[in-house]
T-cell receptor, first 110, second 112 residues
Framework: RKEVEQDPGPFNVPEGATVAFNCTYS??????FFWYRQDCRKEPKLLMS???SGNEDGRFTAQLNRASQYISLLIRDSKLSDSATYLCVVSSSGNTPLVFGKGTRLSVIA | NAGVTQTPKFRVLKTGQSMTLLCAQDMNHEYMYWYRQDPGMGLRLIHY???????AKGEVPDGYNVSRLKKQNFLLGLESAAPSQTSVYFCASTPRGAFGYTFGSGTRLTVV
């Protein structure tokens, strides 16, 4: 079983839509969780960390369910500029390299 | 600040040739990583380093060697390139105990 699993998509949504991405992880010892964004032919960039209590950054909301080993990312009021691949990322400790999911591709359509 | 710089950006190799990819960071970061990214496979860790003079294997280390002789540089070597090593290679760095990886812009390598 892959350590981090995501629905590959693509998700094609109209501008203004709300879209949710889900991710599951297999290592119950995982302690740190992130969402990264990767534009086509570019490097990944940190979008946001995911905290146990859930956290929000503008139109983006991240949630963590440790019992189900499940992470989510909600994007409200989608913009054309949100089109990218979203990577779910997990680490078991501060000294352990990050493990990346394969990513979910989002296309926001005008 | 330049951040993380990878050279070269593009390269075409013939099977059996060797080459070295250079990653340089100017942020005084302790940890450095080499990942490869293939279509449908996501980012996979090749090797990493938690400090000058130390290296460790990642998920897919076979066919690669690394060195971290200076804190700011992390070199990835291919001794005898194979078509299966055609990929996009990303280097990343992070301060000790932190998680915000800074990635380089990648090296697109094709082995023919």
């Amino acid at each position: 079983r892959k350590e981090v699993e995501q629905d590959p998509g693509p998700f094609n949504v109209p501008e203004g839509a709300t879209v949710a991405f889900n991710c599951t992880y297999s290592n119950s010892a995982s302690q740190s969780f992130f969402w990264y964004r990767q534009d086509c032919r570019k490097e990944p960039k940190l979008l946001m960390s995911v905290y146990s209590s859930g956290n929000e950054d503008g139109r983006f909301t991240a949630q963590l369910n440790r019992a189900s080993q499940y992470i989510s990312l909600l994007i409200r009021d989608s913009k054309l500029s949100d089109s990218a691949t979203y990577l779910c990322v997990v680490s078991s400790s501060g000294n352990t390299p990050l493990v990346f999911g394969k990513g979910t591709r989002l296309s926001v359509i005008a | 600040n330049a951040g993380v710089t990878q050279t070269p950006k593009f390269r075409v190799l013939k099977t059996g040739q060797s080459m070295t990819l250079l990653c340089a960071q100017d942020m005084n970061h302790e940890y450095m990583y080499w990942y490869r990214q293939d279509p449908g496979m996501g980012l996979r860790l090749i090797h990493y380093s938690v400090g000058e003079g130390t290296t460790a294997k990642g998920e897919v280390p076979d066919g690669y060697n690394v060195s971290r002789l200076k804190k700011q540089n992390f070199l990835l070597g291919l001794e005898s390139a194979a078509p299966s090593q055609t990929s996009v290679y990303f280097c990343a760095s992070t301060p000790r105990g932190a998680f915000g990886y800074t990635f380089g812009s990648g090296t697109r390598l094709t082995v023919v």
